[in-house]
């Protein structure tokens, strides 16, 4: 245990556990015949649900590191991409296969015909070079073009936002209807990229330096030498 907890921090620790949560329950509930009348819509919402929230995390590392100095999350910030993708594949996957049977015409007249399913496509298909590139060696060869291709993210995380928000039983624009979790979710995502913002970024981080300083502990004086 001594060399486990040596190895991996808590905050690691809790990202995995807190990422694999969601479909270990579904699978909990899978067996115990506890997913509503309409089981695959049930884990196809879960799955999104789960992939959205995981997307969030990922974006939340840079702020919380250039904002008040914590750097741990910026080495988890790769997992929990990784884990939107995986949450994002298993959902796109139910919806081909078990919902429409891979029946790819239907599938095709699908996704035309419902522009919250065509925004979700679009989101997931360039998630894809965001996944695979995602690993050391395609920095090295992308070069400058690695973050580049990854500053994408910023594009796809409103999509999916408007995907879920789309996709539910409400008007998120006029506040009707199912909409409290899209709209926290936008919510949250807009004051992500808020916090991007160098007018919005340089002052609070500078504030929150200032507000440490008294809590640090005050350097030793070197003693004078003895005569």
Request: with cysteine; charged share 20%; aromatic share 12%.
């Amino acid at each position: 245990m001594k060399k486990f907890l040596q190895r991996y921090t808590p905050l690691q620790i809790i990202m995995h556990l807190g990422a694999w949560f969601p479909l270990a329950r579904i699978l909990v509930d899978l067996l115990a015949d506890n997913l509503t009348a309409n089981p695959i819509q049930a884990i196809e919402q879960r799955t999104g649900r789960a992939a959205v929230t995981l997307l969030l995390l990922s974006l939340a590392c840079t702020p919380l590191n250039s904002l008040f100095g914590w750097k741990e999350p910026l080495k988890r910030r790769r997992a929990l991409g990784l884990y939107t993708f995986m949450y994002a594949a298993i959902h796109v996957i139910i919806f081909a296969d078990l919902d429409y049977g891979l029946a790819w015409s239907l599938i095709l007249q699908t996704v035309f015909q419902k522009p919250y399913i065509l925004v979700g496509m679009t989101a997931f298909l360039l998630l894809i070079p965001l996944a695979v590139t995602s690993f050391d060696i395609w920095k090295i060869r992308l070069k400058k073009n690695w973050k580049r291709l990854h500053q994408v993210i910023y594009f796809i995380a409103p999509l999916v936002i408007l995907h879920y928000a789309w996709s539910k039983k409400g008007d998120i624009f006029s506040l009707q209807g199912d909409i409290l979790r899209p709209l926290v979710y936008g919510i949250v995502l807009l004051l992500l990229m808020i916090l991007r913002i160098p007018a919005v970024k340089r002052p609070l981080a500078s504030f929150w330096t200032r507000l440490r300083v008294p809590f640090k502990e005050p350097r030793p004086r070197p003693q004078a030498p003895l005569d």
